[in-house]
């Protein structure tokens, strides 16, 4: 039973990164389509049986995760190193809670060590219970849940770079 309770998990996890991109180009489609023609209905309806989609993929979280996962231990230190360059000139982390060998949790956390500047945005497809297991306010102000459209996720950008402009500003 836990052998199924895993694959179930590894495939709605999977589903939702695909649901993330359906729900996407449903919405670019939708926004260039006049607003009473019959494609933006169908579009529509996409997007509604999508959120259907999503609401399945996590009971099937639910059903997949009855105990809390325990990643592996890895080196951080290298992969911190391997793209700490490139971090350097990005202003937000945008990262999965649940992720294979490495929490979002830790990676911020690392990153946070050197760049204490830096906005970390963190998502999850997972239950609301599995996400507040790795202490993430799921309403709180750097939380997304997948899927999202593209406009979302530019709109959450947004809103977590302002805070960090406006924490500047108080400081100083």
Do not use: C, W
């Not at 309770?5 to 449903?26: K, P």
């Not at 609401?55 to 979280?61: A, D, E, G, V, Y």
Request: hydrophobic share 45%.
């Amino acid at each position: 039973m836990e052998a199924i309770g895993r694959l179930a998990g590894g495939v709605a996890h999977d589903f939702n990164n695909l649901l993330t991109v359906i729900v996407g180009y449903s919405e670019f489609v939708h926004a260039a389509l006049p607003p009473d023609s019959a494609m933006a209905k169908d579009v529509a309806e996409i997007l509604r049986a999508a959120s259907s989609a999503a609401s399945l993929t996590r009971q099937l979280l639910i059903f997949s995760r009855k105990d809390v996962v325990h990643p592996a231990v890895i080196g951080l230190t290298d992969v911190v190193e391997r793209i700490e360059r490139m971090l350097r000139r990005i202003d937000l982390l945008l990262t999965d809670i649940v992720m294979p060998g490495l929490s979002g949790r830790e990676l911020a956390a690392r990153l946070l060590e050197s760049r204490v500047d830096l906005k970390v945005l963190y998502t999850s497809g997972y239950t609301d219970e599995v996400v507040a297991l790795r202490d993430i306010q799921v309403n709180g102000p750097d939380f997304m849940r997948k899927p999202y459209s593209p406009e979302s996720l530019a709109r959450k950008v947004r809103e977590s770079l302002a805070r960090k402009v406006r924490a500047l500003l108080t400081e100083g």
